[in-house]
């Protein structure tokens, strides 16, 4: 029997968190602060379902605390073992987070526990990859890399923390199946397309889970549709809090690029469902069902797997897409929902 290979784009609320797996080898790019209750607990339930002891990699995209807070809990864990953590420094973020990572790498390191190279960029690609599983880092590339994020405003704008994500794109045995974009912005993309940087994936994690991005939310998300041309949209958001996600703006500029692109919430979003109104997880993937946590899902957990086929989306699109048509209340992920209409001028 063929060993698993996936990966795992899971449902963490306000956060990224993507397992990718061949076999019992894995890598985790990006993990939030684990919360009190069993749906703070996503990854762990991943890597438990999975029985990984090991962890070959853990890749930090950026130092915002809904990508990282989680990294210190996981690589003080005694369960596991691991390889290397990659993240690069920041010297405008000094949260209790960040600091809580950076101390926490340092003792990992100093017992010999994990790698700690504090670089990662175009440059360390070929460091990334194992098994069947190939990570290619499409940006920071190494002039923007070597400044780092900055309070001056360069030639080409301020390097911000979001604008220096980590950009990378998975493949599965030689298949290009996952772009993961982090918090990335327009300067960001912009920079990618300059540097004439192929970012086109089947499945696009969108960035900064659909919020804004620095400039004109419909042309980004159009110009990153036509760039990308994905078959899947995912975003990655929570259904409460402060956040409003996907941003209307985002989803027409989505829609406009990538007419034919299947979209997809983990959770439901405020624009799209009632707030107070839980419902169905007949399409949910099998992880996202064993999660006992409320029936706010969109999509839920979603995996990407290699099969002799070639990718297999789970859950399948067409059962989300009819619990989307026949569920909710204002989809407007929809062909034919109604959101605002680009500004002009």
Known sequence: MTSPLEAVILDVGHGNCTVL????????????????????RALYGELARSKVTHIEHIVVSHSDADHMAGV????????????????????????????????????????????????????????????????????????????GPANYRGASGRLTTNTMSIVLRVSLAG????????DIDSLAVDRMISLGVDISAPVLVFPHHGGKCGGDEFEFAKLLMQQVQPRQVVFSISDGGRFSNPNPQIMA?????????????????????????????????????????????????ISVRYADTGLIVDPD?????????????????????????????
């Open 21 to 40: 797996r061949d076999g019992p080898n894995c890598a985790v790019i990006d993990a939030p602060k684990d919360e009190s209750g069993y749906e703070g």
């Open 72 to 147: 210190c809990e996981l690589i003080s864990d005694q369960r596991f073992t691991f390889g290397t953590l990659w993240f690069n420094p920041d010297g405008m973020k000094n949260t209790r987070e960040f600091q809580d990572l950076r101390r926490q790498a340092r003792l990992a390191h100093d017992e010999k526990r994990i790698r700690v190279p504090l670089a990662i960029n175009t440059g360390t690609s070929d460091a990334l990859s194992f098994g069947r599983v190939g990570i290619d880092v499409l940006h920071p590339d190494i002039e923007w890399a070597g400044s």
């Open 175 to 182: 298949l290009p199946a996952v772009l993961l974009m982090a």
């Open 253 to 301: 500029g989505v829609r406009t690029g990538a007419p034919d692109a299947h979209i997809s919430c983990t959770r439901l979003s405020k624009h799209c469902h009632l707030a107070d109104s839980d419902v169905s997880s007949d399409h949910l993937s099998d992880r996202s069902k064993a999660a006992r946590i409320n029936g706010r899902r969109c999509a839920g957990s």
């Open 317 to 345: 699109p067409s059962a989300h897409r009819a619990f989307i048509t026949n569920t909710l209340a204002h989809p407007i992920c929809l062909p034919q929902a109604v959101v605002p209409q680009p500004r002009s001028g």
